[in-house]
């Protein structure tokens, strides 16, 4: 793509020169591509730019056409519009300027901070398999669970639900009286589901129901389209631990963020160590009982 974009610039260079020949109009220097007042853009300021496009704006300047309008409605635009805002005086616009030093010194503290942590992330092999081997209960998964739930559509009726819950009645009957769909006939009993089993928009209630571990346990109220969910776990049937192979690339990522927040929270203690901070206590004292009286 580079070589092609190089032919577009001279196609567009040799364009431009015949133009401003035309014009009659004070000729620019050897290498000004632009200049507007008394601004002035060079080639290889004009090629920074158009090297710093995403590449979906790269691929818009592959031929005359692209090079063109990049330069018109994008640099001339810009630089237009940033000269007319430096005359109504944004430029010294206290507000702007703290966000600008803000963003300034927040890349500034991301560049050190990616300096520091660049090769202090990465988990081994080793560590990956005995993390594994360490927290199997967070990979077993069990593989059918049998629900019973029960499903209402209306908030009045939920509270009078969880209400009698509360009271002890038995979680049957009150399936069996406010049911909306069929299984009120069998007490709520939806049988075994397995992951997946479920259309995407019943994913909260798939998760509810595998996030029960013992028999009787009774979830939070899920809303699915359907209505409003309470569910009871009657029964597991089976487990299976998910081979490390499936999960690997899972523990490494989790494994490089807990290492590089260590080094990270390592690093900056270093550095406070060596900094000489000193905290009004006294000022910070007035202020804590400023905050006080206006709450």
Not at 218 to 227: L, N
């Amino acid at each position: 793509m580079t070589q092609k974009v190089l032919i577009v610039f001279g196609l567009f260079l040799l364009l431009c020169a015949l133009s401003c020949g035309k014009s009659g109009k004070e000729e620019l220097g050897k290498n000004e591509l632009v200049r507007i007042n008394d601004f002035s853009i060079s080639l290889e300021e004009f090629r920074q730019m158009s090297e710093n496009q995403p590449l979906e704006g790269k691929m818009r300047l592959l031929d005359e056409k692209g090079m063109r309008d990049f330069l018109e409605n994008y640099v001339i635009t810009r630089e237009v519009l940033y000269q007319e805002a430096k005359k109504r005086g944004f430029d010294k616009n206290k507000e702007i300027l703290q966000k600008v030093e803000d963003f300034r010194r927040a890349m500034i503290i991301d560049r050190l901070i990616e300096e520091v942590l660049k090769d202090k992330g990465e988990p081994t092999e080793g560590e990956i398999q005995q993390y594994y081997k360490e927290n199997t209960d967070l990979f077993t998964e069990p593989l059918e669970v049998k629900i019973r739930h029960i499903v209402v559509n209306s908030e009045p009726i939920l509270k009078e639900v969880l209400m009698r819950l509360s009271k002890g009645e038995s979680f049957e009957k009150l399936a069996a009286t406010f049911n909306i769909d069929r299984t009120r006939e069998d007490g709520g009993n939806l049988g075994y589901i397995r992951r997946g089993q479920l259309a995407p928009s019943f994913a909260p209630f798939e998760e509810a129901a595998f996030s029960l571990r013992k028999k009787g346990d009774v979830s939070e109220v899920v809303r699915t389209p359907y209505g409003f969910h309470i569910l009871r776990l009657e029964e597991t049937r089976g487990t299976t631990l998910r081979p490390f192979e499936q999960v690997k690339e899972r523990i490494r990522l989790f494994l490089q963020a807990k290492k590089r927040q260590e080094a990270y929270l390592t690093y900056v203690k270093e550095v406070k160590s060596k900094a000489h901070i000193q905290i009004n206590e006294s000022l910070w004292a007035r202020e804590e009982q400023k905050e006080g009286k206006k709450k």
